[in-house]
C-alpha cells in the first residue's frame, strides 16, 4: 500500500535543530526520524512512500538521493574515478519526493499527492512521531469496518510525575508514566481515494475541516494503539526518544 508521510511543516518548537535541518531529518541514533518511520512501514512490507515536502526540502531530497553513499562503504578510485561500493544498508524501498509548497498545511500537502496516489486505498502520517503500532492489525481493522478513514488513537505519556494522594499520602508515585485517560491523534493513518474530496486546498489543515467532515458523515473510525507511541515536539523529546534509543527503542518491531 502506498505511504503519505507529511514531512513540510517548519518545527517551529524544535528551533534548537530546525534552523538548519528540516524536523523529520532530526536524527535518533544516527538516523533521521523520518527514516525510523519508513523502516516501520517497511518491516510490515508496505515500501511505496511519497513524502510530501516543504521547509527545506532540498535537504531530504539530498539525504535520499546520496542514501547509498552516506549508509555504506565504497571505495574511490581517484585514478578513473570508478566507485565500488560495499553495502552495508539494504532496502529496498521505492521514495517519491514532492515538494508540496513551503506554507503549505497537512491537509493541502495531502491534496497535492492525489495524482500520485489514484484510486487506492492510502496509509499517511506524520514525519515526526514513532510507534510500535502493527501495520497489519491497523490494516485489517480498517478493512473490516468499510469507512472512509481509519485514525490511530494512543495516550500520550504524561510530562511529569504522576501522584496519587489519598488525603495527604501519597499512595502512587509514577514518574512520567503513559497517560491512562483520553486519547489523541497518533497520525498512523489509513484513508479511502474517495478523502480527497473532502480536502480544498493548501490552506487546508488536514485535522480541522476534512477529518471533522468525515466525523459528520460517520466515516472516521479509531484504531486504538495501547502500545509505545512517542512524537519529537520539542529538543526533551529528541533527548527522550534518544535515550530509548541506546536503552534499546521500543518502536523497533
Not at 492510502?122 to 514525519?127: D, S
Amino acid at each position: 500500500m502506498k505511504v503519505i508521510l507529511l514531512a513540510g511543516g517548519f518545527g517551529t518548537r524544535l528551533s534548537e535543530y530546525t534552523d538548519v535541518i528540516p524536523k523529520p531529518m532530526v536524527s535518533i541514533g544516527g538516523k533521521p526520524i523520518l527514516w525510523h518511520i519508513m523502516k516501520t512501514y517497511a518491516n510490515f512490507g508496505h515500501k511505496d512512500f511519497y513524502v510530501a515536502l516543504g521547509y527545506k526540502a532540498e535537504i531530504i531530497k539530498d539525504y535520499f538521493l546520496n542514501y547509498r553513499a552516506l549508509n555504506s562503504d565504497f571505495t574511490v578510485d581517484l585514478s578513473s574515478g570508478e566507485i565500488s561500493p560495499h553495502q552495508n544498508d539494504e532496502v529496498d524501498w521505492k521514495i517519491t519526493l514532492v515538494n508540496t509548497g513551503e506554507s503549505s498545511m497537512t491537509g493541502g500537502r495531502v491534496k497535492r499527492l492525489q495524482k500520485f496516489i489514484g484510486k487506492e486505498s492510502c496509509m499517511l502520517t506524520y514525519g515526526d512521531g514513532v510507534a510500535d503500532i502493527n501495520l497489519d492489525r491497523l490494516l485489517a481493522f480498517h478493512r473490516s469496518h468499510g469507512k472512509m478513514v481509519t485514525i490511530s488513537a494512543v495516550r500520550p505519556g504524561a510530562r511529569f510525575g504522576e501522584l496519587e494522594i489519598n488525603g495527604d499520602k501519597v499512595n502512587s508515585f509514577k514518574e512520567k508514566p503513559q497517560l491512562h485517560e483520553g486519547w489523541i491523534n497518533g497520525g498512523y493513518f489509513i484513508f479511502e481515494p474517495s478523502f480527497f474530496d473532502y480536502i480544498d486546498g493548501d490552506n487546508t489543515l488536514l485535522e480541522r475541516e476534512p477529518l471533522e467532515k468525515a466525523v459528520q458523515a460517520g466515516e472516521l473510525m479509531a484504531y486504538r494503539h495501547d502500545g509505545f507511541w512517542h512524537c519529537m515536539d520539542t529538543k526533551r523529546d529528541h533527548e527522550l526518544l534518544e535515550s530509548l534509543w541506546a536503552k534499546g527503542a521500543p518502536w523497533v518491531l
